[in-house]
T-cell receptor, first 115, second 109 residues
Framework: GAVVSQHPSWVICKSGTSVKIECRSL??????MFWYRQFPKQSLMLMAT?????????EQGVEKDKFLINHASLTLSTLTVTSAHPEDSSFYIC???????????FGPGTRLTVT | GQNIDQPTEMTATEGAIVQINCTYQ??????LFWYQQHAGEAPTFLSY????GLEEKGRFSSFLSRSKGYSYLLLKELQMKDSASYLC??????????FGTGTRLKVLA
């Protein structure tokens, strides 16, 4: 149980374009989803927290107009990187938790490369 | 502020025992998680400590001292596949994880 999927697993896009990453909880209802970014040899950095049906809460320093997060259902959250630039190239990981659990279940991650 | 520290890198020999420390200073505490992460993959759950003491799970054990803001992950009978990054994460009242800096463990034959 507690499986989280992400799609796509990797994506290459051109500078200035937008890319959408999906995060799905497959066998539980995710009341809260989290989006992280990870640069090589660094730890996970929380970007934002999203609760179903509410606006996402962004961490300090994360541009909410650049990283659009939507959590429209209890099983799906999306992260859209708008007007991507090479410095946005990173490993993006989502996680999800249900209402009864402190533990977060992680998706497999999405490798974004902006050329 | 929130601060979670881990050693950046550690090296150990196959078959040995290694202890990875994590010290934290956070506003609030609900529990501490340890995760293993291989390069390019998502973190995988290892352990969760809420109360003081040692939790043992096979070759992996995790210890917590809330009064000292300290935890460690103990890996026994090291195997080559244990070469990975190990992340500790503290949860407070908001359910967010505050991740430590991560420790890259290299296991040598």
């Amino acid at each position: 149980g507690a499986v989280v999927s992400q799609h796509p697993s990797w994506v290459i896009c051109k500078s200035g374009t937008s890319v959408k990453i999906e995060c799905r909880s497959l066998d539980f209802q995710a009341t809260t989803m989290f989006w992280y970014r990870q640069f090589p040899k660094q730890s996970l950095m929380l970007m934002a927290t999203s609760n179903e049906g509410s606006k996402a809460t962004y961490e300090q320093g994360v541009e909410k107009d650049k990283f659009l997060i939507n959590h429209a259902s209890l099983t799906l959250s999306t992260l859209t990187v708008t007007s991507a630039h090479p410095e946005d190239s990173s490993f993006y990981i989502c996680s999800a938790r249900d209402i009864s659990d402190y533990e977060q279940y992680f998706g497999p991650g999405t490798r974004l490369t902006v050329t | 502020g929130q601060n979670i520290d881990q050693p950046t890198e550690m090296t150990a020999t196959e078959g040995a025992i290694v202890q990875i420390n994590c010290t934290y200073q956070t506003s609030g505490f609900n529990g501490l998680f340890w995760y293993q992460q291989h390069a390019g993959e998502a973190p995988t759950f290892l352990s969760y400590n809420v109360l003081d003491g040692l939790e043992e799970k096979g070759r992996f054990s995790s210890f917590l001292s809330r009064s000292k803001g300290y935890s460690y992950l103990l890996l026994k009978e090291l195997q080559m596949k244990d070469s990975a990054s190990y992340l500790c994460a503290v949860t407070s009242g908001t359910y967010k994880y505050i991740f430590g800096t991560g420790t890259r463990l290299k296991v040598l034959a």
